[in-house]
């Protein structure tokens, strides 16, 4: 499982020019699933991702997390993060298959909720503009597979 998270002042996502979700200050996570990923590996993500501590406390040191800031979430699935580039055309063999992927991405959703954050989503599987105002900037990518 891979996520990019990016810190965020304000954020959206539109599909056929209706906005579908927004935040103000939070994270918007581009999310992707592989092969043997499973809800062990995003009940794992989703603690990494609620306690990472990316947001400026009183002395402008990053310390605080999204869980104290009572940030919100834009979520969005992201298949392309497991492009393999073997010349100019991406191949996504890596990505986890469409069904199992999402039925991954509802539970990391649905796992973040339980946590009590606000998430708002794009759709799996749509086409999706989203647009950020990126707060630093501050993006970070976490993978599975360091931990």
Known sequence: MKVIVQRSK???????????GKIDYGFVLLVAFTNNDNTKTVDKMVDKII???IF??????LNLSL?????????ISQFTLYAKLNGR???????????????????????????NINVQKGEFGA?????????GPVTIIIDSKDF
């Open 56 to 61: 400026s406390d009183e002395n402008d040191k």
């Open 89 to 115: 055309r991406p191949s996504f063999t890596d990505a986890l298959n469409y069904s199992d992927a999402k039925k991954l991405y509802e539970y990391f959703n649905s796992a973040l909720e339980s946590n």
């Open 67 to 75: 869980k104290d800031v009572k940030g919100g979430v834009l979520s």
């Open 10 to 20: 304000k954020a959206s996502v539109t599909i056929d020019e209706k906005k579908v």
């Open 127 to 135: 086409d999706m503009k989203v647009s950020l105002i990126n707060d």
């Open 51 to 53: 306690n990472l501590r």
